[in-house]
């Protein structure tokens, strides 16, 4: 694991173990970065993380607390996260629920999910006439992970959260791959447009058939670039 995912399966246990009670304020980032000797913008990125997944929450001015409804599986998810898996194991699993999330989103999302999911859109659109792959992919993570947010399952929801690390590494990786042909690039967000058109006019059985395109081309350009 990177830094970011060892802080973060720290954080973790400290919540889990009572180290931060619920309702507990959590030490400042200067604090945090100090304990556990790595950079602010990394503590932040973990902070950002656990807010994701429902573990703590931000109250401007005042900080980051505990929050009384962290999720029962959150033992089980820090030992998820200390496993390893391969590019390849996560693709499969992209592939059985992306679509499903997708159609569900369609059909449940609720108004603040839709603006959440728009918003995600925005910030991958930005990133991607920038040029800039490493906040793409970022972006490109966040607007799957907010599709997923918003399929009202909370199953799903809580799965793809615990492997947004993994699953941010896989998308820069494939944007790597991807970049080296502007064209397919420039299709590729337009799959991300679509799908969040599909997803934004609640029309859930087109969402499953792009998010069902969408892998397939992934899965076609990826082979045609392996060696």
Known sequence: MNRLDDVLALMKIAIRDGDWPVDTRLPSERTLAADYQVSRATIREALTA????????SVVGSGHYVRSDTPETLPDLVEWQQQTFSHEELREYRQAIESQTAFLAAQRASEN?????????RHLKHAHRQGD???EGLADARFHLAIAQASGNQILALTLNSLFTLLRANVTRNIGTMSRRPETRLRLMKQHTALFEAIYYRKPDRARQLAQEHMAFVDTVLADASP
């Open 50 to 57: 656990l807010r994701q997944q429902g573990c703590i929450a």
């Open 113 to 121: 999910d839709l603006k959440a999911i728009e918003r995600a859109h």
């Open 133 to 135: 792959l490493k906040a």
